[in-house]
Antibody
Framework: EVQLLESGGGLVQPGGSLRLSCAAS????????MSWVRQAPGKGLEWVSA????????YYADSVKGRFTISRDNSKNTLYLQMNSLRAEDTAVYYC???????????????????WGQGTLVTVSS | QSVLTQPPSASGTPGQRVTISCSGS????????VNWYQQLPGTAPKLLIY???QRPSGVPDRFSGSKSGTSASLAISGLQSEDEADYYC????????????FGGGTKLTVL
């Protein structure tokens, strides 16, 4: 059974930093790209970042580029999101998600999020 | 402002068929596959439809998806009270070095 368990959320002041973790189990972690998606209170879903299975390729939304860094430790089956220079508008529930592909060509353009964690709340406020 | 456009709300009575639209552009829906997610109140999103019209195992065949050009639709037939949720469309967008984009979400109310 695939399980994704996020941790690391909490209250942080504007300009501060936080590192989120996502512990994965039930699948061969290194074989799959992973992603972070966030949801501000009462708002819709917003894609944040993604990373390839090897960790060699990373992708970011413009809203977080230069401030957030996605990484993974395949030996620990864990995904990370280092968040720096946090702003009030970064307040959201952050979900990690496993990426699956709809074709034999494992391209992100054919990818979708087949499993999601339960989310961890990040609140940026003074 | 979301890259993909969905109606903010939809409604229907039990047993009815409802559709939710999702409009995009040539850089996302027009050239890539569309996926749909269901988010029940207070829970994490769940994959509902992938690759335009494919249902993961466990998703009832009351749910179906379609795509034409730069638009997509989610149809729910035989509406049930437990279908009351938020629904999001999503697709990969080839612009700006590549990114996933979501619709703003449609809140479905079962009357």
């Amino acid at each position: 059974e695939v399980q994704l368990l996020e941790s690391g959320g909490g209250l942080v002041q504007p300009g501060g930093s936080l590192r989120l973790s996502c512990a994965a189990s039930g699948f061969t972690f290194s074989s799959y790209a992973m992603s972070w998606v966030r949801q501000a209170p009462g708002k819709g879903l917003e894609w944040v970042s993604a990373i390839s299975g090897s960790g060699g390729s990373t992708y970011y939304a413009d809203s977080v580029k230069g401030r957030f860094t996605i990484s993974r430790d395949n030996s620990k089956n864990t995904l990370y999101l280092q968040m720096n220079s946090l702003r009030a508008e970064d307040t959201a529930v952050y979900y990690c998600a496993k990426v699956e592909y709809s074709s034999s060509v494992r391209s992100l353009s054919r990818g979708y999020f087949d499993y999601w964690g339960q989310g961890t709340l990040v609140t940026v406020s003074s | 402002q979301s890259v993909l456009t969905q109606p903010p709300s939809a409604s229907g009575t039990p047993g009815q068929r409802v559709t939710i639209s999702c409009s995009g552009s040539s850089s996302n829906i027009g050239s890539n596959t569309v996926n749909w997610y269901q988010q029940l109140p207070g829970t994490a999103p769940k994959l509902l439809i992938y690759s335009n019209n494919q249902r993961p195992s466990g998703v009832p065949d009351r749910f179906s998806g379609s795509k034409s050009g730069t638009s997509a639709s989610l149809a729910i037939s035989g509406l049930q009270s437990e279908d009351e949720a938020d629904y999001y469309c999503a697709a990969w967008d080839d612009s700006l070095n590549g990114r996933w984009v979501f619709g703003g979400g449609t809140k479905l109310t079962v009357l």
